[in-house]
């Protein structure tokens, strides 16, 4: 049972728009930035969103990070074969004193 | 070109010991966060311990008393040593720099196997 709850899946046609939630608490998403890691198949993560809505230099402005209250999500436009990967969030926790990620959601392009 | 690359794993039967190694480069080590993460055949990620650039250190509640974190800056290493491994710590160990930009990058994972 991870801290934080992402729905374990998700999925959507070539060119669409797809959202991932990822839901925490008051010590972690509620008083902390939000990064969101993306692991294609085989691979190691790779950061694809800090401090909630940044992009590092290279990853495409299709991808796009929010944070409400204790809640966050990570958008996808233009959605691409090669983003089929699971999706990963991640936040300090404050109570635990350590670093909490979701449980990830697999993105499937259809 | 910045890269970290684990080293270390293997198989260890339950209750023995095993030291992993991370040896950075492409960056000045001394500056940043170190941490590991592990991930489990078909599971999620789980931070596992983090090691601040001023040495202070933090660890996953489950593994707190059973592994050490350290650092040797003139080495440009991090270490992670294991002891009283249990099935559970089955799983690819990853190294990972820590900035307020995330953890980033990350190695390619070292395996560690817990059987007997």
């Known amino acids: 049972q991870s801290v934080l709850t992402q729905p374990p899946s998700a999925s959507g046609t070539p060119g669409q728009r797809v959202t991932i939630s990822c839901s925490g608490s008051s010590s972690n998403i509620g008083s902390n930035s939000v990064y969101w890691y993306q692991q294609l198949p085989g691979t190691a993560p790779k950061l694809l969103i800090y401090?909630?809505?940044q992009r590092p230099s290279g990853v495409p402005d299709r991808f796009s990070g929010s944070r409400s209250g204790t809640s966050a999500s990570l958008a996808i436009s233009g959605l691409r074969s090669e983003d089929e990967a699971d999706y990963y969030c991640?936040?300090?926790?404050?109570?635990?004193?350590?670093?909490?990620f979701g449980g990830g959601t697999k993105l499937s392009v259809l | 070109e910045v890269q970290l690359v684990e080293s270390g794993g293997g198989l260890v039967q339950p209750g023995g010991s095993l030291r992993l190694s991370c040896a950075a480069s492409g960056f000045t080590f001394s500056n940043y966060d170190m941490h590991w993460v592990r991930q489990g055949t078909g599971k999620g990620l789980e931070w596992v311990s983090g090691i601040s650039s001023a040495g202070d250190t933090f660890y996953l509640g489950s593994v707190k008393g059973r592994f050490t974190i350290s650092r040797e800056n003139a080495k440009n290493s991090l270490y992670l040593q294991m002891n009283s491994l249990r099935a559970g710590d089955t799983a690819v160990y990853y190294c990972?720099?820590?900035?307020?930009?995330?953890?980033?990058?990350w190695g390619q994972g070292t395996l560690v196997t817990v059987s007997s």
């Open positions: 990972a720099r820590g900035a307020a930009t995330g953890f980033d990058p």
């Open positions: 991640a936040a300090w926790d404050d109570s635990l004193r350590g670093w909490v």
């Open positions: 401090s909630n809505n």
